[in-house]
């Protein structure tokens, strides 16, 4: 009989709040450990064992293991043991199960009860680092609250826990890096932060809040509008300049819902709670479009823009302001500008009226030397290709005639005229190469693409093939995986002239 067993998982159960289930498998990995350290002090070997405990009566039973395998490992030999000899104790045995032998117990005396305490402490931790890991990992992308416990070499501890749970292991670590440059905080502050990850490391459960992300201020406008939560108003983009200036792109989802006046609140009530978190950062509200240029428009405020020009295949704005206006629309270091092409996703170039007009102007004369070449047109005609924003023969051969209809200068046998001379001079090219390497033989390039292709000087199947997959999706929009077969079967013709 063994009641100081029972004893001891009795109290150290309700001593650390954890079922009898935990305690009883410690005790049981004690006792099993004793065991193998006295194996390898009298007899020299390094073996597996198992100890069960009859919850009952107290009483337990030890077992040494071996795992039965095909081949034994030399420094696992006194923990293995090959099927054929294992099968001749158990014939119903295979490989991966394990083979027991009863041997005798050792007695749990006062030294062994320690060493099962300490077992107990190190399992009651690791259940509580697993329980923590499994609270938190859904809450990644979420607010976190907590209050400041220390502050080493620039980072910052949160206590998470509640404020009278003593020894809580629910703390959360804010890195230098991820903290508003100049911000004071202090021990005992109450503060804020967004979860960007959850790790389980052998130290313990991390879990890494930052205050520089976009997505925290986007989590606090949640907090502090009620129609972002309800749906009536979207926030779809953030950028920021932490602690100095960021711009939210917003979307109203209710006609008769002002978005913009929404997060901004009675007397701007909502956007100075969340720039007061954010130490008093300065936070432009853009009202989001689906046309690019316009919602560009809006993301340059206060700037207004006078014209913008658009290229879609590199997806780069030209934007011209007034030159009174040129240092507001770029910012303090170009702040301005580099928000609002974050929050836009596209590459923005700003500058004057008249360096805007003179870009055009020489852009305009290249390009209608290129069709006075190319197509053998007049300079009037030239200079209306270019004014309309044709940028190649591929482009004039393959517009529709509903657009081409739309330009006032040109009627019907001018159009078609056009039209014709450009598909000649395609086809002009395309004889030059081999009917083989035309990049029509490739059966995932569509018309667009070809046409883009083309635009970049990318006229064979020989010219992909020479291209890298990234090359590639730099022109046309593919997946990954279709631009490498794309590519591959591209060099395919190399392969089969060699």
Known sequence: MNKEILLVIETVSNEKNVSKEVIV?????????????????????????????????????????????????????????????????????????????????????????????????????????????????PKIGQLIFGIVKRVEKGNVYIDLGMPDKEGSMEEAIILKENLIPREAIRPGDRLRGFLSDVQSETRGPQLYITRKAPEFLVELFKLEVPEVGQGLIE??????????????????????????????????????????????????????????????????????????????????????????????????????????????????????????????????KKLSSLFMEELNVDQDVADVLAKEGFSSINEIAYCSLEEFNSIEDFDTDIINELRKRALDKLELKKGKLDKDNLLSNIKELSEEDIIKLNNHDINSIDDVADLSVAELLDVIELSEDIAGKIIMEARERWINQE
Not at 108 to 128: H, S, T, Y
Not at 265 to 278: A, D, K, T, Y
Not at 291 to 300: E, S
């Open 25 to 137: 498998d410690a005790v049981e990995h004690a006792l099993a450990g004793a065991v193998k350290k006295k194996f390898r002090l009298n007899q020299k070997q390094d073996i597996e064992a198992r100890v069960t405990i009859d919850l009952e009566t107290g009483n337990y039973t030890t077992y040494r293991r071996w795992l039965i395998v095909d081949e034994i490992e030399d420094e696992l030999e006194d923990q293995q043991i090959l099927l054929n000899d294992a099968v001749l104790k158990n014939k119903d045995l295979k490989i991966g199960d394990y083979l027991e032998e009863e041997v005798a117990s050792i007695k749990f005396g006062r030294i062994l009860a320690q060493a099962a305490k300490n077992v107990i402490v190190q399992k009651v931790r690791d259940a509580e680092r697993s329980r923590i890991v499994e609270l938190y990992l």
């Open 235 to 364: 926030i779809l983009g953030a950028a920021r300049d932490p602690g100095l200036r960021a711009k939210i792109s917003v979307k109203s989802n209710d006609p008769k819902l002002d978005a913009i006046g929404a997060c901004v609140g009675m007397r701007g009530s909502r956007v100075q709670s969340v720039s007061n978190e954010l130490g008093g950062e300065r936070i432009d509200i853009i009202m989001w479009d689906e046309d690019p240029a316009k919602f560009v428009i809006n993301a340059m405020s206060p700037a207004e823009v006078l014209s913008i020009v658009v290229d879609e295949e590199k997806k780069i704005m030209d934007i011209a302001v007034s030159e009174d206006q040129l240092s507001q629309a770029i910012g303090r270091g170009g702040q301005n500008v580099r928000l609002a092409s974050e929050l836009t996703g596209w590459e923005l170039n700003v500058m004057s009226k008249e360096e805007a007009d003179d870009k055009l102007t020489e852009e305009n």
